[in-house]
């Protein structure tokens, strides 16, 4: 099971909705590069390709509702 930080997990949970980067970073209170490296370091620890990969992969670990 990957260890995500919760701002990690924040931005995975709007990927999951269909949110893009700048809807996250508003949602947030995050630029948008800030929302872009909690993406790209979430893909890195969960072994995922892209966006749509990691959240379903952080879905199938229980790590995100």
Not at 10 to 24: M, N, P, Y
Not at 32 to 45: D, I, Y
């Amino acid at each position: 099971r990957a260890r995500l930080t919760a701002r990690e997990v924040a931005v995975l949970r709007l990927v999951s909705t269909g949110g893009q980067a700048s809807e996250i970073a508003k949602a947030l209170g995050l630029g948008e590069e800030t929302v872009r490296s909690h993406l790209k370091k979430a893909q890195m620890k969960l072994g995922a390709r892209n966006r749509a990969q990691a959240a379903c992969e952080a879905l199938r670990q229980n790590l995100i509702p």
